[in-house]
């Protein structure tokens, strides 16, 4: 019911000295429409909805009980008020009324002063309901607005925070992102093997997507003589970079600990930050843990960082091809990595090719 604008109340009722009565009663303060039949009065209503309906009970062909049913049975109409208007006294005929969904229900021969009131008090009532639905409405979307705003920030703080590992290494550009996005489409793809389908839902994916950038994190704990060096790692200079790992499960905890929650993506990105080196014959670092022991999301990530340090040029190594780099994690499988995740792996590798060539890094010339 629109604000400075009369409401529209529709009459129904074969009896048309009956709707001369409520006319007289209500005319005044609403707009009255009339029907005679119940199907006339689903006509009109179907083109226009009226604000409340006085509905009479005894009508030949279709009589008010029917007319209700049909209103409250359609989402467009079922918010109606539907007043039962009726010489029908009998409790059990008022109880079938209400039963159907009628907000009230009056018996002839009607009080004009009982009549204004009932029907200015439901007007009221649906108005208020109405006003509390679009503040539901706007409510509703201002929470959607907030949590994707809240979803945004965590995203941008997780490549961030990865960055920041990354921005003291120059070599590793565009690195944040490619293996963002190959860890996604690896789990999409594993998410249809009989393994993993129950496991890897939409919302575990997204997890671990936005997870997958504090993967490196813990290198904010390596010197830069060892983490900048341009040759090959002494072995005592390969035992302190391996200390990545636990610096991250450790920043990660400290993370979690001061937030006082434990999201599912902190603990995937603690999983991939401490366990993304291991390897599925316990070859890895830093526990030396194998196969189901390691972690998805840390079997996953090591795929994508494999593939994309054998694409990526170094300083002490050159870039391998795409199809170099498949064939080596092809040779991993089973002793570097799941066996199932390569398989899922050798399917959708155009799909890691195209994620490398669209997020390549620029090296100046």
């Not at 005679?36 to 009226?50: D, H, N, Q, T, Y």
């Not at 590793?172 to 490619?178: K, L, V």
């Amino acid at each position: 019911m629109s604000t400075g604008k009369k409401a529209t109340i529709l009459a129904v009722d074969d009896t048309v000295t009956n709707i001369e009565v409520v006319k007289g009663v209500l005319s005044g303060d609403y707009l009255v429409q009339a029907a005679v039949s119940g199907e006339m009065a689903l006509k009109i209503i179907g083109k226009r909805k009226p604000d409340l309906i006085l509905l009479d009970v005894m009508m030949p062909e279709m009589d008010g009980y029917e007319v209700c049913r049909r209103l409250k049975d359609s989402e467009d109409t079922c918010d109606i008020p539907v007043i039962f208007l009726t010489a029908k006294s009998q409790e059990d005929d008022e109880t079938k009324g209400l039963s159907l969904g009628a907000v009230d229900y009056i018996t002839k021969p009607i009080s004009p002063p009982i009549l204004k009131e009932r029907v200015k008090n439901h007007l009221a009532l649906k108005s208020a309901r109405d006003q509390l639905a679009r503040q539901n409405e706007v409510l509703e979307e201002k929470v959607v607005e907030r949590t994707q705003q809240l979803n945004d920030l965590q995203d941008v703080a997780m490549v961030a925070m990865g960055a920041l590992a990354e921005s003291r290494d120059p070599e590793t550009g565009n690195h944040i992102r490619r293996t963002q996005k190959y860890v996604k489409v690896l789990a999409q793809a594993l998410s249809q093997t009989p393994k993993y389908r129950e496991y890897l839902q939409p919302d575990i994916i997204t997890a671990l997507y936005k997870s997958a950038p504090l993967h490196d994190i813990g290198k904010v704990g390596i010197v830069d003589s060892i983490l900048l060096k341009p040759g090959k790692l002494t072995d005592e200079e390969f035992t302190e970079m391996k200390k990545h790992a636990a610096y991250g499960k450790d920043a990660i905890e400290a993370a979690e600990g001061s937030l006082g929650i434990a999201d599912n993506f902190l603990t995937f990105a603690k999983e991939i930050a401490y366990s993304h080196h291991e390897k599925w014959d316990g070859s890895g670092y830093p526990e030396g843990i194998s196969g189901e022991q390691i972690p998805v999301s840390a079997r996953l990530m090591a795929i994508a960082d494999v593939y994309d340090a054998l694409i990526s040029a170094r300083v002490y190594k050159p870039a391998f091809s795409h199809e170099k780099a498949v064939e080596i994690i092809t040779e991993g499988k089973g002793s570097h990595f799941d066996p199932i995740m390569v398989e899922a792996f050798e399917e959708i590798a155009d799909q890691f090719n195209q994620i490398a060539q669209q997020y390549k890094d620029e090296h100046p010339h």
